[in-house]
């Protein structure tokens, strides 16, 4: 196979340097140009440039038993408000009820043995750091309405 040249090079730099140009300065031009700029709006419907509506936030439902999963690998949902609960590198608020030497005590559901593996499977004695920051998984449930429609059924095997 034949080597690029100096001037295919060249022209395969200018062919690309046209076409991102075309992209991403068009759409400059046709607003520029007087076309109608697009409105954005955020998924609930409100004004992007809008600030959030005042008030507490969102507000987690009552303790309740453990939640039901819709598929096999879901990481189960919070069933209680972590409002005020603190996860930094230095301490987890979660481990005082979910730790295995504290779950009998407190009557929780105890850490998945899954939590206290490497990537690599090698067995720890402590909570791997991958697994520590527990709601990059679990979530509590809110009363907040949906953003978008849900037709999600769980499989014949979660029923």
Not at 11 to 37: D, K, N, Q, S, Y
């Amino acid at each position: 196979m034949n080597k690029p040249t100096f001037q295919s090079t060249r022209l395969r730099a200018a062919a690309l340097a046209l076409c991102l140009a075309h992209t991403f300065l068009a759409p400059v031009a046709a607003v520029a140009a007087g076309e109608p700029a697009i409105k954005l709006m955020t998924l609930r419907g409100a004004d992007i440039q809008a600030s959030d509506p005042e008030g507490e936030g969102t507000r987690y439902g009552r303790d309740q038993p453990p939640l039901p999963r819709d598929f096999v690998q879901q990481p189960p949902l919070i069933p209680h408000t972590i409002k005020g609960y603190n996860i930094t590198k230095n301490f987890n608020k979660c481990l005082d009820c979910h730790a295995w030497a504290r779950a009998k005590e407190t009557g929780a559901t105890k850490i998945s043995v899954t939590h206290f593996k490497t990537r690599d499977g090698e067995e720890l004695s402590s909570v791997s750091p991958r697994r520590y920051f527990c709601n990059q998984c679990h979530v509590p449930q809110s009363d907040a309405k949906p953003l978008v429609g849900n037709t999600f059924k769980p499989g014949t095997g979660m029923r």
